[in-house]
């Protein structure tokens, strides 16, 4: 199946993760492809996979903390492809700990990385296809946007923004037959989310892999999701299939929130 056969997709965090996987999605279904992070190297393999998948992709350097970046960035792919179909605002960091111990430097950088960095994806985007009068906006937040735990105030916070930003911009710009919708993944089987389990595991005195097995167990489906079960979510709201379906906030989870 090919859905996205003369359409552009603009990812975030595409060089690990949940944003590759998006990167593989779009490519397997006839998209270009704009990878956008830091991780130049990463990000390089992300685009080269979406070739080897008969996908035009393009790797550039963006730090979406950066509105010049951004900008930078979108006017390569204007430039490149001359349209925007889909965004995948999937850049993202994780960092937690006592609420009496957060530093205001790593407050400040998490906002700047999962808040003000999906504000700016979604800004950039939004000229270009208010004059196609169609696309397709999806914010990565998480299943913490929903529910919380201890020691995760920055994070639970900066994704519980991203689902308001996805509410407003959906109102905002639905007359111009744009969608925007938000996915809550659960625990998935990421880089990120190997390094906090070794780091809260830790903590509670259990292996990296303790914890992730003790997480599968908090589930309705006893396991955790692989980030190709998350990119087919993105991959059906950035579809036809979804054309009335906005200002969502889709979890992933395989029932932790529900559990």
Same mark, same amino acid.
């Given at each position: ?21 998006? /990167? *593989? ?6 998209? @270009?492809?704009?990878?956008?992070? +830091? $991780?130049?190297? %990463?990000?390089?393999? #992300? ?77 950039? /985007? *939004? ?6 009068? @169609?696309?397709?906006?999806?914010? +990565? $937040?998480?299943? %913490?946007?929903?529910? #919380? ?111």
């Amino acid at each position: 199946m090919r859905r996205f056969e003369n359409k552009v997709a603009v990812i975030t965090g595409a060089a690990t993760g949940i944003g590759r996987a998006a /990167v *593989a999605r779009f490519a397997s279904e006839g998209a @270009s492809v704009a990878c956008l992070d +830091i $991780a130049d190297d %990463a990000n390089e393999m #992300s685009a080269t996979a979406a070739r080897d998948l008969g996908s035009d992709a393009l790797a550039i350097h963006c730090d979406v903390r950066s509105l010049d970046d951004q900008e930078q960035a979108m006017a390569t792919v204007l430039s490149r492809w001359g349209r925007v179909d889909v965004l995948v605002a999937a850049a993202g960091i994780f960092v937690g700990g006592p609420i009496a111990d957060v530093p205001l430097e790593r407050w400040s950088n998490i906002n700047a990385v999962n808040l003000t960095g999906v504000l700016i994806s979604n800004k950039v /985007v *939004a000229a270009t296809m208010i004059d196609q009068g @169609s696309g397709s906006i999806i914010n +990565i $937040a998480s299943m %913490a946007a929903k529910t #919380s735990w201890p020691d995760s105030a920055e994070y639970s916070a900066t994704k519980s923004g991203v689902l308001g930003i996805t509410r407003s911009v959906a109102m905002e710009l639905g007359a111009h037959g744009i969608t925007a919708n938000a996915v809550c993944p659960g625990n998935t089987l990421t880089e990120m989310v190997r390094e906090v389990a070794g780091q809260v595991g830790g903590r509670l005195g259990m292996t990296g892999d303790e914890w992730l097995a003790m997480r599968a167990e908090d589930t309705a489906m006893k396991r955790l999701a692989d980030p190709s079960e998350i990119a087919g979510v993105i991959a059906f709201l950035a579809s036809d299939d979804a054309r009335y379906l906005t200002g969502q906030s889709i979890e992933v989870d395989g029932g932790i929130v529900l559990s």
